[in-house]
């Protein structure tokens, strides 16, 4: 149980366009969903935070206008990077949480971003 | 605030050696304790948790580790090495009192290579 998966896996584009994330849990309902960037070699960096039918909870330092959120259902999750660029190239990770979980996230296995 | 910190960012051992990898944190509440494992290009699992009882956690793999409140330390340990356990490793807390949904807060982490 407490599947998460992420689509697509591996995504390349032209910069200036823009590329959308999914991130769904297979077989539970997650109230919260969490979106990490992680650089090479780095730790994960928290984006921004979603729940379920309300605007997300960015960092400080994360462009809201530029990575939007969307948890649309409590299954589903998206994270759209606008008006991709080169240094926004990254391995975005999600991760979905359930209420009374002790506050255990699980992962979706990651969508590398490379922007040309 | 909350804060982890990872010492040594790169730890190499034998196969069939001690594994130990060093978490120390900072919270000014009780709060949860995790290991997560990232193997290249994957998302993370969860390799055990903290969150109340026995201080002692066993989790997968053969790891475990050890909640020191007085030294504020949640260090993995496992006594044996395999080539497969090599592989990247964060240590993370989460507070445990805000309610609702809690942001993990992620260590730097720890490479963890295994020779023959």
């Known amino acids: 149980g407490a599947v998460v998966s992420q689509h697509p896996s591996r995504v390349i584009c032209k910069s200036g366009t823009s590329v959308k994330i999914e991130c769904r849990s297979l077989d539970f309902q997650a109230t919260t969903m969490f979106w990490y960037r992680q650089f090479p070699k780095k730790s994960l960096m928290l984006m921004a935070t979603s729940n379920e039918g309300s605007k997300a909870t960015y960092e400080q330092g994360v462009e809201k206008d530029k990575f939007l959120i969307n948890h649309a259902s409590l299954t589903l999750s998206t994270l759209t990077v606008t008006s991709a660029h080169p240094e926004d190239s990254s391995f975005y990770i999600c991760?979905?949480?359930?209420?009374?979980?002790?506050?255990?996230?699980?992962f979706g296995p990651g969508t590398r971003l490379t922007v040309l | 605030a909350q804060s982890v910190t990872q010492l040594g960012s790169h730890v190499s051992v034998s196969e069939g050696a001690l594994v130990l990898l060093r978490c120390n944190y900072s919270s000014s509440v009780p709060p949860y304790l995790f290991w997560y494992v990232q193997y290249p290009n994957q998302g993370l699992q969860l390799l055990l948790k903290y969150t109340t009882g026995a201080t002692l956690v066993k989790g997968i793999n053969g790891f475990e580790a050890e909640f020191k409140k007085s030294e504020t330390s949640f260090h993995l340990t496992k006594p044996s090495a395999h080539m497969s356990d090599a592989a990247e490793y964060f240590c993370?807390?989460?507070?445990?009192?805000?309610?609702?949904?809690?942001?993990?807060?992620f260590g730097a982490g720890t490479r963890l290579a295994v020779h023959p």
């Open positions: 991760s979905a949480q359930t209420s009374g979980s002790y506050n255990e996230q699980f």
């Open positions: 993370a807390v989460s507070d445990r009192f805000s309610g609702g949904y809690n942001k993990l807060i």
